[in-house]
């Protein structure tokens, strides 16, 4: 007998656990209560139309709620806020009243009762035409339609799916329905309030209604009035931080080339861009080696200038990417020795034309990779020269002219462009569509 109330005591005990843990587990354990506002518009429209009779009804609990709050000494520690809107407008119309009609119901409930500071992270303004499509198909499955499989099956289906609603019948009877029942429905904006106790009684705001400009209320003649029992007061609208985005404007690259990188020969080039399609470069280099005996040097001065000119459509893609076609002219200095015999040149005179081609990679597309090669004509003037007496006197022994055309480019360039950054404000739009 006593094993047997030990065992009752046992199963009475866990489920009260189970029970406790379910509720923590859902998270509203804390919550004494809660209230869900809807808030109906007619399409393309943000303003709270008191001539919609469900938003005349949905005022008046707003005030009953508001004294409820203030006599039990509850607060607001949350709010869920959904909105919905029919599909007839573009996405970004869409989007954009979406968020007015967010804004608009939660302002004009904040004025009964004090909500927690929120931020676009409370709900998602966001909203695309498929999804609006599908919201609509749940909706058609509770219905009794005899057709309601075939609707169904063409509301998920994507694509055009006003015409393919209108081919069901030749007076469009199934597309005039869900345009009557359901697109009213779909115009939309529930905030669900969520209340808790608080110790000692905080001091809540007065029932009376201050509406601020960026909150729209219209007050229409409906087939019932609505009794609303406090007089509509207008303050002053919050500011709204405006919406911005940074772009970058190309200013210049800075180039090396890693081929005479490779040649111990340092050089950098600067190219700058003019509007999409034209680019002008300017490099230069130099080595100056020589062996301590003079038996071998290696010294090298050269300045290039080169025009390009970028190919193809450049309409979203960036500067100085891709195909060019460039013409270049160089002038230059060298002195080239080995085993005391050399040759060296005054000036060298290099021109010709050049094909690129570039492509950028790495953070915000900084990075260019470009490769390049040219054929030119190339004048040497030069003069020959032997060491004498363990390279003590250079004796020059003869001068000598050549002109010749041949490959006188060859790039393999790591460059990184500069830009400058530039702050852009947008301008909102929006609206949702009228039905046609």
Not at 59 to 80: H, N
Not at 111 to 135: G, S
Not at 319 to 326: P, R
Not at 360 to 372: E, I, L, P, S, Y
Request: charged content about 25%.
């Amino acid at each position: 007998m006593a094993k047997r109330i030990f065992t009752y005591f046992l199963i009475l005990f866990l489920g009260s656990i189970c029970v406790s843990a379910q509720k923590n587990k859902s998270g509203f354990n804390a919550y004494v209560d809660s209230s869900t506002i809807t808030f109906y518009f007619y399409a393309g429209s943000s303003t709270i139309d008191l001539g919609i009779e469900s938003n005349s009804t949905q005022l008046r609990t707003l005030q009953k709620i508001g004294e409820k709050v203030a006599q039990d000494s509850l607060y607001v520690p949350k709010v869920l806020v959904t909105s919905n809107v029919s599909p007839e407008g573009s996405l970004e119309a869409n989007s954009e009243v979406r968020w007015k009609r967010l804004r608009n119901s939660v302002d004009l409930i904040s004025r009964y009762f004090t909500l927690p500071q929120y931020t676009e992270t409370y709900f998602d303004a966001k909203v695309t035409i498929p999804q609006i499509w599908k919201n609509l198909a749940v909706m058609v499955k509770r219905t009794d339609w005899p057709n309601k499989q075939k609707v169904v099956s063409i509301l998920e289906s994507g694509g055009d799916i006003p015409a393919k609603l209108k081919a069901l019948e030749p007076d469009h009877k199934t597309w005039k329905a869900i345009n009557t029942q359901f697109f009213p429905k779909l115009r939309s904006c529930k905030v669900v309030v969520y209340f808790k106790k608080k110790k000692p009684r905080p001091v809540f705001p007065s029932s009376d209604i201050h509406l601020s400009e960026q909150t729209t209320i219209k007050v229409s003649e409906p087939t019932v009035k609505p009794k609303v029992e406090q007089p509509v007061k207008k303050v002053e609208p919050k500011p709204k931080k405006p919406r911005t985005r940074t772009t970058y404007t190309p200013i210049l690259a800075v180039n090396t080339n890693l081929l005479y990188d490779v040649a111990i020969t340092p050089n950098i080039s600067i190219e700058v861009p003019v509007k999409d399609k034209l680019s002008f470069s300017l490099m230069g280099l130099t080595s100056w080696w020589l062996k301590k005996d003079d038996s071998w040097c290696y010294q090298f001065q050269y300045a290039e200038l080169e025009g390009k000119r970028w190919l193809g459509d450049r309409s979203g893609r960036d500067v100085m990417t891709g195909h060019a076609l460039g013409l270049y002219a160089g002038i230059g200095y060298y002195d080239m020795e080995s085993h005391s015999q050399g040759y060296q040149g005054e000036v060298n005179i290099n021109a010709g034309v050049s094909y690129h081609y570039a492509k950028a990679f790495g953070n915000a597309d900084r990075w260019r990779f470009q490769f390049g090669f040219g054929l030119g004509v190339t004048r040497l003037n030069y003069s020959y020269y032997e060491g004498r007496q363990n390279n003590k006197y250079l004796v020059w022994q003869y001068d000598g002219k050549k002109t010749m055309v041949l490959p006188t480019k060859l790039e393999l360039t790591l460059g990184y462009l500069i830009h400058k950054k530039k702050v852009v404000t947008i301008e909102e739009k929006g609206g949702e569509e009228d039905d046609k």
